[in-house]
């Protein structure tokens, strides 16, 4: 059934956003010299970011779906030099974006489906892509392009 693949793409996005969240965290503590600070504040408020997208999917779920939100983590990526940190980031963004722009045109052909929760499933899931194209730009920044 349509419902069950939709849950299932949204729990593959609830855990890019867990690895995603635990990743900035270990990379925000990874970062060091003179303009480290605010590169640091950066990458923890997107961290933020990730876990409040985190707390969406499940209630897009669990509330309006009636399924059961993973507790599983995508893969995470290692990075050493800030230089990576960001490559390896800036990456997981656009996979995000990518990832999430199918769940979109998923839940637009369930319009019909999904009658009486097809409006909050739409606004929150475009707000999330919204946020991820907001890191793309803002990291992207720090590397200096």
Not at 2 to 17: C, G, Q, S, T, V
Not at 94 to 115: C, F, P, Q, S, W
Not at 124 to 140: F, P, S, T, V
């Amino acid at each position: 059934m349509a419902k069950e693949e939709l849950i299932r793409m949204l729990n593959k996005a609830l855990e890019l956003e867990h690895a995603a969240r635990i990743q900035y965290l270990a990379h925000a503590e990874l970062v060091a010299g003179v303009n480290a600070e605010p590169i640091i504040a950066r990458l923890k408020e997107i961290a933020e970011d990730e876990k409040k997208h985190e707390e969406m999917f499940r209630e897009l779920i669990s509330s309006y779906l009636g399924g059961v939100p993973s507790m599983g983590m995508a893969e995470t990526h290692p990075a050493k030099t800030l230089s990576e940190i960001l490559e390896v980031n800036v990456k997981d963004e656009m996979h995000a974006v990518d990832v999430y722009t199918g769940i979109y045109e998923k839940l637009r052909e369930m319009r019909n489906e999904l009658k009486y929760e097809y409006f909050q499933l739409e606004h929150k899931l475009r707000h999330i892509i919204m946020d991820e194209q907001e890191h793309i730009a803002e990291l992207r920044l720090l590397q200096g392009r």
